[in-house]
């Protein structure tokens, strides 16, 4: 740890309250800002409670005193953060439940109200009191981001995979039609009203990139970032707390910072190890003046970068080369990422069950130090070779109904991503033939097993698998193993991870 007077002390955030310092806000803010620029690593605990992949995390507002989540379970979990850090209650799970993964979660202002919406086609809003359903609000396809108006608890808008972001008011009839603020032929993965001007709203689409937009002119946005590199795959827009700038992610490059009205990039940010291609991410900004930003990463890191305060900064192409801070400790893709600035806590999640809580403060039950000096305990990838082993061990392909209820990993979800950041790291293209669904897998162990018994009626979503295999096959006797690597790419159940 940076010697910092001041900033030694090993404490929870009770801390503060025993000081007596939240009472004085200003001197609570400069405690918390030097401590965490004085830390090279932060205390980490595992949330458990979800059975399947985390695909959304968002903190209440005005103190974060409740974490909502939600993922490829179905179920939007609500967290008490004081308890569920001291382990003195479980996840209260709401009655509403989607019908397939959830992709993206909003509280409204008063934390009354939480908006939930994915794969399903749909967005549901919940009661967080009374844990009902008070609306949904039917899309024509999955539905990846949510932003309500910070002006307005009843209007939010939707970025949906039909290339379309809608403006809904709860207090219409959920079956009337939503305004249409854009509509592109590509999905539109991210939404979000500016918090101070709620007549902006930034988007991310999956070909055009970052966009600007005015509510008050539809179908054509304002302003497009990025130069003349701004047909972009993008995946994910912040605006900082006073909506003067916007922090954006996009496939295969590194974090970028814009301000609001400027197309040029003000920085660009990049560590060596941190990549972004295999999975849909999202990023943040993060301290008391949002003069850090995060995101997650393909090598199963958190990463943390300082924003210059000189505009100059980073040398050509405005590159801030070094993260200020790599938390290590997530066992597979990092996907998403908040950060809660009254309690300096960090909240992360992606491929694994867990939801990760980092904080510059020790927590009970909590693991490593403000000082990397404890070594964190990595993992092998899993080979190619043991990726399909497991699928064909386990006799069955990856389990989408959580029956089983289980909080523990399951290694074929590991190994499959796993395939994905190596068939990356190998320089595959996203549209290789060697990328294996656990379907594909299966088809054709149990096509190998019938050998020469003739097949009858095969289901609809494995017909393309088998024909492309036996478009390979030599006439010799070979084994399913054999020709696995001429298949046709066949995507599994659609997963909130894979967005391209």
């Known amino acids: 740890m940076k010697d910092l007077t001041g900033c030694g002390m090993r404490s929870s955030v009770g801390f503060l309250s025993r000081r007596e310092l939240t009472g004085q806000p200003l001197m609570m803010e400069e405690f918390q800002r030097r401590r965490l620029a004085g830390c090279t690593s932060l205390y980490k605990k595992n949330m458990e409670g979800h059975f399947g992949c985390v695909n ?24 008490h953060m004081e308890k569920a850090i001291h382990s003195h209650s479980k996840p209260v799970k709401l009655k509403g439940e989607h019908l397939s993964n959830i992709f993206c979660l909003a509280f409204d202002s008063t934390n009354k109200r939480v908006f939930s919406g994915g794969n399903d086609e749909q967005v549901i809003l919940h009661d967080v009191e009374r844990r009902e359903t008070l609306n949904v609000f039917l899309h024509i396809d999955a539905v990846y981001s949510l932003s309500v108006s910070p002006v307005n608890d009843n209007v939010f808008a939707s970025s949906s995979d039909d290339g379309r972001v809608l403006i809904w008011d709860t207090r219409e009839p959920s079956h009337g039609e939503p305004f249409c603020l854009a509509s592109y032929p590509s999905a539109f993965h991210s939404v979000m009203f500016n918090p101070v001007e709620p007549r902006l709203l930034a988007t991310a689409n999956s070909k055009e990139g970052v966009g600007l937009w005015d509510i008050r002119k539809p179908r054509s946005s304002l302003l497009r970032y990025g130069g003349s590199m701004s047909l972009q795959s993008a995946m994910s827009v912040r605006f900082n707390s006073t909506g003067t700038q916007l922090l954006a992610l996009r496939r295969r490059l590194p974090p970028v910072l814009y301000e609001l009205h400027s197309r040029l990039p003000s920085f660009q940010f990049d560590n060596q190890g941190y990549f972004n291609s295999c999975t ?221």
């Open 56 to 79: 959304a995390i968002e903190f209440s507002n005005n103190g974060g005193e409740w974490l909502v989540s939600g993922g490829d379970d179905r179920r939007v979990l609500l967290w």
């Open 280 to 500: 849909m991410k999202s990023c943040c900004f993060a301290g008391d003046k949002d003069q850090y930003i995060l995101s997650g990463s393909d090598d199963f890191n958190l990463y943390m970068w300082k924003i210059p305060n000189d505009p100059e900064a980073g040398g050509p192409g405005r590159v801030v080369n070094g993260a200020f801070m790599v938390l290590k400790g997530h066992r597979s893709i990092v996907n998403q990422v908040r950060f809660n600035p009254h309690t300096y806590m960090i909240c992360s999640s992606g491929v694994e069950k867990v939801i990760k809580l980092w904080s510059p403060y020790q927590q009970p039950d909590s693991e490593g130090d403000l000082e990397s000096r404890v070594e964190d305990k990595s993992r092998s990838l899993y080979s190619h070779e043991e990726y399909i082993n497991l699928v064909l061990n386990s006799g069955s392909g990856l389990s989408h109904d959580y029956i089983t209820q289980s909080i523990e990993e399951d290694p074929r979800m590991m190994a499959f991503f796993d395939s994905l950041v190596r068939r990356e790291i190998e320089g595959w293209s996203s549209d290789s033939d060697s990328d294996l669904s656990e379907g594909a897998i299966m088809q054709l162990h149990a096509r190998g097993r019938r050998s020469t018994r003739a097949t009858s009626a095969a289901p609809a979503a494995a017909t393309a698998t088998t024909t492309a295999a036996s478009e390979h096959r030599s006439d010799s006797d070979n084994s399913s193993s054999s020709f696995l690597l001429h298949l046709d790419r066949v995507d599994p159940q659609r997963n909130s991870c894979i967005s391209f």
